[in-house]
């Protein structure tokens, strides 16, 4: 599992190796001017793939407004490489960082599942912020093909002691998922 330390390496080295366009486009986002964060997030997203790395660096920054704009760009770039730190941002300690983070693994759909239910699986569960995106992540594949595998961690979720049924939950349904019976 990544955490807040990983996306500290990160940001070390993708500092280092930035292309030196990609320079001022993740400095911008730390902007007062909400006009140059825009531009630059959406400079990024066109850049596609080469502003991954650098935006998982960001998304770990203590900087709220830099933060919303990785997850933001991230959301848009669509990039699997992005799903740990999506999934460290659940925890965030400000709701519309979650909020886009969780927009972000949706959008990837079935893809960042697995993820999502290994960080379920080891959390700590002193914080319900991860336990409230992941609901909200799950919900949306309510009625889908997975809803056999997902709904026992939705209704884990759910319930009166999660620090007990969550991560048994999810150990059952990335079994299922591993074992490929859950497409």
């Known amino acids: 599992m990544h955490t807040r330390t990983d996306l500290d390496r990160t940001a070390a080295t993708a500092s280092a190796s930035l292309p030196d366009d990609l320079h001022p486009l993740i400095a911008a986002l730390a902007s007062h001017d909400v006009l140059a964060r825009d531009h630059a997030r959406r400079m990024l997203v066109d850049m596609g793939s080469p502003a991954v790395d650098p935006l998982i660096a ?6 709220h407004a830099i933060r919303w704009e990785a997850a933001k760009a991230l959301s848009e770039i669509g990039d699997l490489r992005a799903v740990p730190a999506l999934i460290i941002a659940l925890d965030d300690v400000r709701f519309d960082v979650r909020w886009l983070a969780a927009m972000g693994l949706i959008a990837l759909g079935e ?14 569960w002193d914080e319900g912020n991860l336990r409230e995106s992941a609901h909200h992540i799950l919900r ?3 009625g889908g093909a997975l809803s056999t595998i997902l709904a026992p961690v939705v209704a884990a979720l759910e319930g009166a002691d999660p620090s007990l049924t969550v991560p048994l939950a999810a ?3 990335l ?3 591993r074992d490929g019976a859950g497409g």
């Open 175 to 177: 079994a299922v998922l």
């Open 171 to 173: 150990y059952h349904a």
């Open 58 to 63: 960001a998304i770990g920054s203590p900087s």
């Open 111 to 124: 893809a960042s599942l697995i993820p999502l239910l290994v960080a379920l699986q080891h959390t700590s």
């Open 140 to 142: 949306t594949h309510i």
